[in-house]
DNA sequence: ATGAAAGCGCTAACAA
DNA sequence: TTGTTAGCGCTTTCAT
């Protein structure tokens, strides 16, 4: 059997209130007292069962974090960032995978409820009604990180990805390519519509007529890109520049492009987006989109415990800045 | 107020015991009382509390997961075969960063504790009579994944890192590199040391006199490989081929040569560790040890689970099997 | 400054 | 098959 509170308060000639003042550090004890406890505390070597208070005190100091997927290098690098905010504010965190699946994320929210988390951060692909019914089937606040929300409902931290999607592709028509080709996964991530609507708007303003064969919409993965840049390769008429959805996915530009012994950048230059550490890589590095990873989960969690204390939140949609790194994949 | 299972049963005419019985899917409940709860319960939207639970049955059906740095390609792997694996049988995981910091590592293990968790899955750099006995303060059961334990007293999952890098300079031997260079952290972490061992034992056994100049042994990551190779290459006497811990220095080695104009494997073969996703983002692409990362935490996993559900184990120190793969930068 | 006592929502004997 | 009841270990009024 374990050491309980109680077996504390008898050791020390009190009650159990002030073995519980003197663990939550109430000031309402004489100092003589406190030590008194603290004493028998370290020799009964007590550790207060944290189960028990969450339900006497209904709150877990645990938050639940779900993700898509944990192996993925940008959100083990967004998981760190919410883990050491969480750390500094106490909590500990639940951490579970959806694989992007629906109903699997309905179903892990479900989870976090059951489990009485102090609140939710959630990465997905979009948010439905069917998100927002179940988070507000409890009342436990929620915070979204790097994820679209259709209904506009829920708090969240972003960046402005069509805007760096169309500033990327403007650097590369203003080096003189007509029309940059772009790879990057489909739409049904919504931050994949983004960047391919930014694309668009810099062509767009630049007067071009847009080729289809150009945009490659599919894939996500570095074959993605070895793929696409054959593909984009063996057009009759190919494209000079190619501006991709990820970094990942712009190592493969470039070795693909190698593969079929083109030189990068001086055939053909490559923009990446995410400036995660493959980036600096490659040879030549990878000129990138700089999306601050661990800030957008450090951003996201401080902006929790703001909602799980009650505090004033002023706003509550915050976009985090962006900015472009030129390397050795441009000229 | 929350719905509880007080409500259901009185709503449902039965007893909370009854309610209780049909939530854990004990069969000692007529079919058509089941199916009446049941109706109650979905219609009432009742979400069982599982602190509650976990105050009244001690079994919180989470387990506590401490490791160095989630951010880490190595470990976000690892942490996702525990992931798939906790899910299947239905556990939650409380995943923290320890830094390889001991007192952290100390205090986390104390955090998990309080919260009660069934399991612990430990991996770090190495563990000390400290950690031992913060570990049997309660008696949860402890599984160690990818980390050397000196007391061995801990069950745990490894790969036999000495053999590995045994065969693996070996085979640098054979391709008739006489004394093959070795750059990897140091001897902090165990497993580094166990790979200088095996560098070592390969070596010796093919009567080389050693030169201690071509043991880099500080660093871990791309940026230690690149200036590794650059410092064996200014040697009067250079390495015609590297071992390095980690395919990540074995990438920044590459690139290392490469930058000075050496060709890689022509002019230096290069042979790393892990088999990560990189080792195949690169070119020429990077021969290594492919050691099953993603295995290493499902088996650990699984290992825990058995251990919490007191069946039995046969072999609590399991080690995975590892094997080279030849890939570009080697001939 | 301290204590008594009533829960928190559930499980698990034990009875019936 | 079902219900009664006593905790699980703690927080939190409310008294004193």
Same mark, same amino acid.
């Given at each position: 059997m374990n050491i309980t509170i109680y077996d504390v308060a008898r050791e020390a000639n009190v009650s159990m209130a002030t073995v519980s003042r003197v663990v939550n550090k &109430?000031?309402?004890?004489?100092p003589s007292t406190r030590k008194k406890v603290i004493e028998v505390i370290d020799r009964m070597g007590y550790r207060p069962n944290a189960v028990a208070r969450g339900l006497a005190?209904?709150?877990?100091t645990t938050v639940g974090a779900i993700i898509p997927?944990?192996?993925?290098i940008f959100y083990s690098e967004l998981v760190r960032g919410i883990e050491d905010i969480a750390t500094m504010y106490n909590y500990n965190i639940i951490l579970t995978n959806s694989d992007q699946n629906k109903d699997k994320e309905l179903q892990l929210i479900n989870t976090m409820l059951e489990k009485q988390v102090d609140g939710i951060l959630f990465m997905g692909r979009n948010i439905t009604p069917e998100h927002v019914e179940q988070f507000s089937s409890a009342s436990v606040p929620v915070v979204l990180a790097a994820t679209y929300d259709e209904t506009n409902e829920l708090p969240s931290i972003n960046i402005d990805y069509e805007e760096a999607a169309y500033e990327a592709t403007k650097l590369l028509i203003m080096k003189g390519h007509e029309h940059p080709a772009f790879i990057c996964g489909n739409e049904h991530l919504q931050s994949n519509q983004f960047k391919y609507d930014g694309y668009l708007r810099a062509l767009t303003e630049a007067g071009v007529t847009i080729n289809d064969d150009f945009a490659i919409r599919e894939g996500y993965s570095y074959n993605a890109g070895l793929e696409g840049i054959k593909k984009l390769l063996s057009l009759p008429v190919k494209p000079t520049a190619v501006f991709t959805g990820s970094d990942e996915m712009g190592v493969g530009v470039i070795h693909g492009a190698q593969d079929l012994?083109?030189?990068?950048?001086?055939?053909i230059e490559v923009f990446g987006f995410n &400036?995660?550490?493959m980036s600096t890589m490659v040879r030549p590095t990878l000129s990138t989109v700089i999306q601050p990873m661990y800030d957008l989960g450090a951003v996201a969690m401080r902006l929790l415990t703001k909602y799980m204390n009650k505090e004033e939140v002023t706003e509550a949609n915050v976009i985090l800045p962006h900015r472009l790194v030129e390397r050795g994949s441009t000229k």
């Open positions: &109430n000031s309402n004890v004489k005190s209904k709150k877990t997927d944990i192996s993925s012994g083109y030189e990068v950048p001086k055939d &400036n995660t550490r």
